[in-house]
């Protein structure tokens, strides 16, 4: 980038938000625009907490990936089907295919950051959290994630999310990191509340699922909230 100047650091062993960060000896998170730090989504930790690891994708998360993404209620508490009686993700080889794909390019991404849940209990890939729809002018980004019926209700979700959201904040130095809930996933807002999403707005009517209607709620959270309280609010 012209004008920038690229800023590296090491950060093994650094702390984010209650958990260890484990990179290589040398990493850049941001660049440096004049003052201005840009984040660098080129860079793909791996974040250690004590119940789970998040980290760049591996050929072997597949089988847990398509476990979560087969998983009907993640499904729809997603909002990736429109009726209970949908098919999800049937075995259908170019669709299989495509995922594999899909996967396989995440650590590529250079306007994202998609890392998998691993549960460190048993050693398996559970989910996914994700930074997309990067907008630079505005320093935000979107969030989303999904973690398999294994993973579930284990106090895994709430760790991830801490410490993925912590990274946004403080490696990347994201300002603005929102997400869209359904009204039928309250788990999901609970959890989102306890590390510090806070209420925007409702989309009314925004999916049909079953034929009626659900609303969905936005949640955002700011750089200097976070700063304030690191996930912690
Ligand atoms: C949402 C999700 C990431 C949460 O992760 P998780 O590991 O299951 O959540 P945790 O175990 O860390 O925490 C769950 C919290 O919700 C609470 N909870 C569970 N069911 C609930 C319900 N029906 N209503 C309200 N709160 C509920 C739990 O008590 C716990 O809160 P607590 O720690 O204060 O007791 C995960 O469940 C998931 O991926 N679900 C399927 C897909 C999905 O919903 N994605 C998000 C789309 S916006």
Not at 3 to 32: K, W
Not at 200 to 227: H, K, N, Q, Y
Request: hydrophobic fraction near 40%.
């Amino acid at each position: 980038m012209v004008g920038s100047t690229l800023c590296r650091q090491s950060l093994s062993g650094a702390s984010l938000s209650g958990c260890a960060v484990a990179f290589g000896a040398r990493v850049v998170h941001h660049r440096l625009v004049g003052d201005r730090p840009i984040p660098d989504f080129s860079v793909k930790p791996t974040l250690i907490g004590q119940r789970v690891l998040l980290r760049p994708f591996q050929d072997s998360d597949f089988d847990g990936l398509r476990a979560a993404l087969r998983d009907p209620e993640a499904a729809r508490l997603t909002g990736s089907v429109t009726s209970s009686q949908a098919v999800v993700l049937a075995q259908d080889p170019t669709r299989e295919r495509r995922l594999r794909e899909w996967y396989s390019t995440r650590n590529a991404q250079t306007d994202r950051l998609d890392l998998a849940v691993v549960d460190v209990a048993g050693g398996a890939c559970v989910g996914e959290v994700v930074l997309n729809k990067w907008d630079p002018d505005n320093l935000c980004c979107n969030f989303r994630t999904l973690i398999g019926p294994g993973g579930r209700d284990r106090g895994l979700g709430t760790e991830a999310i801490r410490m993925f959201i912590g990274y946004g904040f403080e490696q990347l130095h994201l300002h603005r990191i929102s997400l869209e809930v359904f009204a039928f996933n309250p788990r999901a807002r609970r959890v989102y509340e306890k590390v510090g999403f806070v209420a925007e707005g409702v989309l009314r009517d925004a999916l049909r699922f079953d034929g009626r209607w659900v609303d969905a709620t936005v949640m955002s959270v700011l750089a200097p909230e976070w700063a304030r309280h690191r996930g912690r609010p």
